[in-house]
Structure formats: C-alpha cells, structure tokens
C-alpha cells in the first residue's frame, strides 16, 4: 500500500470502506498521521445532537423498541477501532430519542452459530410482552456463512433489558434450499397474522446469480421452529437486499404508526430493501396478500423506479413502532466522507441520523419523513428573518447566533417560474446527475436558492442546500429539483464531496416551497417541502468549524425569491453516551 500516493490510498480506503457494513477488510491500519489535516481532528467536528458513541467505529442500527419506559436502541459497533471489525451489539437506552445513556454490551460472538460475527437484526414484543432480538451470526472461519439466531432478556423486569441469553435451540434458521448462504442476513421484525396465530419475518437474501434480490418469508407458531415459504414475499432485479423492513402505514395518510401485525382495508404496507450494489436504501408502498404472502408495489415500475427514504449518506435504516406516541420512527446509518486514515486519527467514525417519524403521504405515492419532535427540546436562542426578498445573484447572511450546531425552517416564494429553465430528457430521470450538471453555482431560471451552511466568512467554503425549478415536455406542473453541493465544503481535498439530489413530488404552481436544515458540526440533513424529500450529507470544513460558521440565504437564479419567514435556533448538545 505504501507503494501508492498518499491521496491515491487515501481514496482506496474511502472506497472500501463506503460498503463496509458487511465486508471485512484487513491491514487497514496502515497510517500515515501527515495524510490527515489537522482540522479532521478538531473535536468541535464532533457532532453534538446526532447520536454516536464515545469513540470508535458504528454502522447498521439494531432492534430499535420501546420497552417498560425506555427506548433502547443497539448498533453495529467496533469495540477495539474507528474501522470496520470486531462487530458487537452496543446497547444504549433513552427517555426521549435525544439523550442517550450507554449500557454494557448486549450481543457479542459467544455460541458456535455467532462465533465469527453478531450482524444486523430486529426486535420483536411478544403477545406477553418479552422483547425477542433476532440477528444474523457468522458460524465458520474465513467464509460469511449466516444463520439466525434469537435472543432473550435474561430479567424481562428490568426495564433497562442489560442481559441478554442465547437459547440451546440457535441457530433458528440456516440457509437451505439453493440458499446462497454469505447472502442471507438481517432478519427482519416479525407479524402476528391472527387467522392462523403464526409469525412472520423476512430475511434479504439474492437470487438468479447475483441478479435478483429477495425478501424471504419464514413462518413460525412458537417463534422457535420457522420454515421457509414456498415463494418470497418479493423479488426485483436489484442485486442483493440487505437489511429489509416490512410494515404497515394509514391509507388515509393520518400522521399515525401502525404496531407492525396490523393489516386491513385501511392500510398499505412499505417494503424497503438495502441494496448492497448501490449503498442507498429504497422502498415502494403497495398492498400485502395475506393469504398468498405476496407483496405487489401500487406503482408496477416501482421496483425499477424505486423511492428513497434519502437522496444523500443514508444506509441500512430500520423502523420501529412507538406506542408511547403512536407513531412509527425511522433509524438511519450515515457513513464518514473522509478517510479511513483519518477516522482513525479522530479515533470514531459513523453517526446515526436524527430518529424520523413517519407516515404516509396523503397521495398514497410515498412517504413523508419529519424529525422527531423530541428534537426541538434542544432549541436554544433564536433569530428571525421575515419577508426577505432575495435578489438574483445575492446572498444574506443570518446573523445573531452561532450555527454550526443549528436547526433553520425557511419558507420560500418564488416570484414567477415563467423562466424555469427546459429539463434535459437525458437527466430527467437522474436527480443525481442533474444537480452536479446543474450545480448551486450554476445560474438557473427559477433557482438555484436556498442555504449556504457552514460557511466560512470569507466564502471559500460552503456546503449549498438548494432548489431548482425545470419545465418538463409533458408535464402539467413544473418538476423541482432538491440539491445538497458539498463540493465547497472543505479545502481538504482529501475528502469525498459528491452532489446529492432528489425530485420534490410537489406542486410548486403558487411559488411556495419549505426547508428545513439540521446542521450539526459535521452533518446537514435537510428536509424539503414537509419531509417529502430528504437529503443527509456528511462534510467536513476546515475552515467553518465552530464558531467561525456562518449561515447565508442565497438566490442564483433570474427571478425575485421572497424568505416569507426563516427562523434559526442554535441548538443545544444533549446527553449523549458520555461522549
């Protein structure tokens, strides 16, 4: 490895590690401590309200629940490094979703059925109300063979669930049957179907050579016996699913979660998949035959056109019902933009997104996605701005407060779209492509505007999260662009900034569309038109840090941009795993 250029080996390990969740890669460590610019080490770079351990590499979340009070939620996590390795459960447990307390280790490889590997998983509360952990384990040396295994408190009245034991009778399901078995994980939270009294859970698995992906039912009358159904709940040519989650939503579009075995008229259900190819996750909504055990997207190209809970650094993501609040929250892993060479400099490396309720649209087409509202207890001092009209070419700065570690609402209104640029054919499909072809320094029509954050005084560095308005041959109402550019969000050239970008399913035709932008230090997840698109980049400033962050409105297009009201509020940092 020495033999290649620094940047060079730099990119290598970056490239590894953006699909590292399941992947073991050795002599990782390597390091050369000048690669790493000294501001990659600034603890201030730390992110203060989205949740991480106190050191140390994490990836998928795990079993997410809510149980006598507390929310748990367990992770993937390095014990021993800021790389991929050595993967346990780490258990850490909440009041609210937002300070978070970490407790000793749940699951790590102490059985022949996990001996070289405790991956991905789900929890399940029985009819009796014990909460069960299904996970993947890794049961031979050298070769990713996975089983599931199954997991039970040690004391189902400890509120805290600290210990946890592994039945005699793990592992519960092996691959058999033309199974490819290094691709058959991630077990899924299981239903309660009450016609016939048995569960049901999915596993991902691939099939056809590598081509298809595959949800895989088994069923099972006393959660320790599961035979596989004939069929899979559904297939697409995807590649590989990891990860899968399955489970109902209102038709009506009410904002409610469903607990995860309810079904009827008045529900749809969301398949969501992680597809290993891609490193994104994707989802459809349609309707689930109980009878058949088949799943059919509403939208009969969806699996080819496929949704995304988000367009930017979000990965292996899983729900859980909340009956506290009755609502479903989403769990979301977000990968490092810099080196390996420099997670291990900083000693930690991977966040998780902030928790997202969510529920279906109204149109019954797709999601919608807000953070939780326990977040807003971290709200501190705050400015306003009001009827702000944003010229072409200009930029205003918020000032009043220190937004590095900031929530910002804005709505915007556009004073025409006659000018709104014609959508290329060739890009219309690719929001991606679009927005580094059409980027926030690009002049548009209708936009680009948006937010400049963490932006430094003298503009060297910025990170844009924007919209863009485009006519479309065919299309009765404009089609809008959401954007994050990272590209000038650090001078360290050492790290990976790509465009991120999705199409807002909503009808701008009155010139109304909202933002909002949770900056945290090292992170901006940003929330279009109500939640409608979402959008979570990893950036890494050199310059922006702390309280040399700046906050600025801009508007690169030829028509007028009214900010009918924009309100910034410096966020607080929560308790968070002693860190």
């Not at 909504?285 to 930017?312: I, N, Q, T």
């Amino acid at each position: 490895m020495r033999a290649l250029g620094r940047v060079v080996w730099a990119w290598l390990l970056l490239l590894q590690l953006a699909g590292a969740s399941h992947v073991v890669y050795e002599n990782l460590l390597e390091v050369e401590a000048a690669a790493v610019p000294p501001s990659i080490v600034d603890p201030e770079l730390r992110t203060g309200y989205h949740f991480h351990p106190p050191k140390n590499w994490i990836n998928d979340p795990n079993a997410p629940m809510y149980y006598k009070g507390w929310y748990h939620f367990f992770y993937q996590y390095n014990p021993k490094g800021a790389v991929w390795g050595n993967i346990v459960w780490a258990h850490s447990v909440s009041r609210d979703l937002i300070n978070w307390v970490a407790l000793e280790t749940a699951i790590e490889p102490s059985i022949p059925s996990d001996q070289y590997g405790c991956w991905s998983g789900s929890a399940t509360i029985l009819p009796d109300g014990t909460p069960v952990i299904m996970y993947t384990g890794i049961d031979r040396p050298n070769i990713n063979y996975q089983v599931q295994n199954i997991a039970y408190p040690r004391n189902k009245s400890d509120p805290l669930l600290r210990e946890w034991v592994k039945p005699a009778h793990n592992p519960i399901i092996v691959p058999e049957g033309g199974i490819n078995a290094t691709q058959f994980r991630d077990p899924t939270t299981a239903w309660r179907d009450d016609d016939d009294g048995r569960w049901r859970l999915l596993i991902g698995s691939v099939a056809a050579g590598g081509a298809r992906g595959v949800a895989y039912v088994y069923r099972s009358r006393d959660f320790r016996r599961w035979a596989r159904v004939r069929r899979p709940l559904h297939s697409a040519a995807t590649g590989m699913w990891e990860c899968p989650d399955f489970y109902p939503v209102e038709r009506d579009g009410r904002r409610v979660g469903l607990e995860t075995s309810v079904s009827g008229r008045r529900v749809k259900h969301v398949l969501k998949n992680s597809l290993d190819l891609r490193r994104y996750d994707y989802y459809t909504v349609g309707a689930y035959d109980r009878r058949a055990e088949r799943y059919v997207p509403d939208d009969p190209a969806g699996d080819e056109r496929r949704l995304r809970y988000d367009y930017g650094n979000f990965y292996a993501s899983k729900t859980f019902y909340d009956p506290a609040k009755r609502r479903r929250i989403l769990w979301g892993w977000a990968n490092e933009s810099d080196t390996a060479a420099a997670d291990v400099a900083k000693g930690w490396a991977g966040i998780q997104a902030i928790p997202r309720t969510v529920w279906l649209d109204p149109s019954g087409k797709q999601l919608l996605q807000w953070p939780i509202e326990e977040v807003e207890a971290l709200r501190g001092k705050s400015v306003t701005v009001k009827h702000r009209v944003i010229k072409p070419g200009q930029h205003v700065e918020v000032i009043g407060l220190q937004t590095a570690q900031a929530d910002v609402e804005v709505s915007f209104e556009v004073s025409s779209l006659a000018g709104a640029e014609p959508l290329d054919p060739a890009l219309a499909g690719d929001a991606q492509r679009l927005c580094g072809a059409r980027g926030a320094a690009v002049e548009g029509g209708v936009g680009p505007f948006g937010l400049w954050v963490l932006a430094s005084a003298d503009m060297q560095e910025r990170t844009a999260v924007f919209f863009r308005v485009f006519k479309a041959a065919g299309k009765d109402k404009p089609v809008v662009l959401m954007c994050t550019d990272p590209t000038k969000s650090s001078l360290n050239p050492n790290l990976y900034k790509p465009t991120f970008a999705g199409f807002v399913d909503t009808d701008i035709s009155n010139g109304k569309i909202s933002l909002r932008s949770l900056i945290d230090r090292s992170v901006v997840e940003s929330f279009g038109a109500g939640g409608k698109t979402c959008i979570l980049s990893r950036v890494y400033p050199s310059l922006s840090i702390g309280n040399n962050a700046r906050l600025y409105v801009f508007n690169n297009g030829k028509a007028d941009v009214r900010v009918s009201r924009l309100t910034a509020w410096q966020m607080k940092k929560p308790l968070m795993n002693g860190a």
